[in-house]
């Protein structure tokens, strides 16, 4: 699909972008994407502790996991209104806050109720974060550097999915070899005794530099031509380019593309070419979630755990699956921007695809043929890196680069939203999958589920790859 750029001779080369510069900044930003993966995966290791401390059944502990979600669905049905009207930057500083109450709160929860509420309060968070992040990134980031620079929020993500995997592999071990010599009552409570709320708590950390460190980057360009504050939008764009000609053809581009739509915010969204790509995004936001990678992320220890290994081998297996997760996605983040975003698609679910029938076919037969439970590790492995490196990377890229800068906030948080329902009702619904489908039928339906999101790529999204922001809004609207 063919782009027209009527001002393809003004001046973005390569050498005029001061790419230490962007990458700073989409490194802070990315800071966002590490609280939003420890949040998501720390809730792994803390599953059957928390179960028999407060004797949950199986429906009070799919809400356990799935709470924060509700809170996800909340903080992504604002996010985008949010940053629209109130800018990217402050938007990030109200994520950090709420990750640093829910990680506190949670390590000094008195009851289950308690508990939940500060997930919910975290998942907003992480619903936050997951549309201005990856936004900010997007719109601060040169065209030809872009999709390695949004993939770097992804690569985050999964950076902090190993480092929950990490901490509640270490404090467990702390909690029975070592943490009894804590003198401090509620150390010992926290660190030994009840070591799922260190768990949960550790998070408060990475939290509060996330905060600090948002004080040092620039409000987005983008949105501050929006609301006519050119001069201030300059200043960044000089520090981004490097070069007059270069900042003032980005803002002249976006100043003509903003200007040229004056029609309200939701009427921009619902008109014809605008609709179909909200719509587009939404179906594969929520289809991603049907393919299983977050089943795996969720219940991976729990999985291992039914095949008989014990609790600490479980997490050891589930931060070899976090540390293919992260390995995937650092070669993703290198090659997006060459390989382009449809081909890392095509490859990656085919080969998803693969692994999770391999998956069924352990379940169906592993035990008839002795197979070991490490070849059940490494299908996980395989299946996880296949979706890091495609589906996965490719998701917020995509979703942050789509739509108008008029209504890029408000339309990321209709697909956000549909890709967070998505993880609710995988996250409620896989313990009843693994107990009606068999976990062998479980997989059939996660490689299933790829099919319909291959065609949707195949037949209806544009190859955005070396693409203005702007060059990809007027395909939508031409």
Request: charged share 10%; aromatic share 12%; hydrophobic share 50%.
């Amino acid at each position: 699909m063919n782009y027209k750029n009527p001002s393809h001779h003004a001046p973005r080369t390569a050498h005029h972008v001061n790419l230490r510069y962007i990458r700073l900044l989409a490194v802070v930003a990315a800071l966002g994407g590490f609280l939003f993966g420890y949040d998501t995966a720390v809730i792994s290791g803390t599953i059957s502790q928390v179960a028999a401390q407060f004797h949950l059944n199986d429906i009070s502990q799919g809400w356990y996991v799935g709470c924060a979600l509700i809170g996800s669905i909340l903080g992504v049905s604002m996010a985008g209104l949010l940053s629209d009207k109130f800018g990217r930057k402050r938007v990030m500083l109200l994520s950090a806050v709420l990750f640093s109450v829910s990680a506190i709160g949670c390590a000094v929860s008195a009851n289950i109720d308690q508990l939940a509420f500060y997930r919910i309060v975290g998942g907003i968070g992480i619903g936050v974060v997951s549309i201005v992040s990856p936004l900010y990134i997007s719109e601060i980031s040169a065209a030809q550097y872009r999709g390695r620079l949004v993939a770097l929020y992804q690569l985050a993500i999964t950076i902090g999915f190993l480092g929950a995997y990490l901490v509640n592999f270490r404090l467990l071990s702390f909690s029975t070899g070592g943490a009894e010599g804590l003198m401090l009552p509620t150390a010992h409570k926290i660190f030994c005794a009840e070591s799922w709320r260190g768990m949960l708590g550790v998070e408060a950390l990475p939290a509060l530099l996330f905060f600090g460190a948002i004080f040092f980057i620039p409000e987005s360009p983008r949105w501050l031509i929006l609301k006519t504050r050119e001069a201030k939008a300059k200043q960044t764009l000089l520090r981004i380019f490097r070069s007059e000609a270069a900042a003032d053809h980005q803002l002249n581009e976006t100043k003509t593309v903003v200007q040229h739509e004056t029609r309200s915010e939701w009427k921009t969204l619902l008109q014809p070419g605008i609709r179909k790509a909200v719509w587009i995004g939404a179906a594969i936001a929520i289809l991603g979630q049907f393919m299983g990678v977050n089943a795996v992320l969720y219940y991976g220890p729990t999985i291992f755990e039914s095949n008989g290994l014990s609790g600490g081998d479980s997490l050891f297996y589930q931060v070899m699956v976090g540390l293919a997760n992260m390995i995937a996605t650092v070669i993703a983040v290198l090659i997006i921007d060459k390989v382009g975003r449809k081909k890392l698609i095509y490859y990656g679910v085919s080969a998803m695809i693969a692994f999770l029938l391999l998956t069924a076919f352990y379940f169906f037969y592993g035990g008839a043929l002795g197979l070991p439970n490490v070849l059940l590790l490494v299908f996980f492995m395989a299946y996880i890196f296949s979706t890091a490196i495609s589906i996965s990377a490719v998701i917020f890229v995509l979703l942050s680069e789509m739509y108008p800068t008029k209504v890029r906030g408000l339309a990321m948080s209709v697909a956000g939203l549909s890709l967070w329902i998505g993880t609710y009702l995988i996250g409620q619904l896989t313990p009843w999958l693994l107990t009606n489908l068999t976990p062998a039928g479980t997989f059939i339906l996660f490689a299933l589920m790829c099919i319909p999101y291959m065609m949707i790529i195949w037949k209806l999204v544009p190859e955005t790859t070396g693409k203005t922001l702007e060059e990809i809004e007027r395909y939508w609207t031409r």
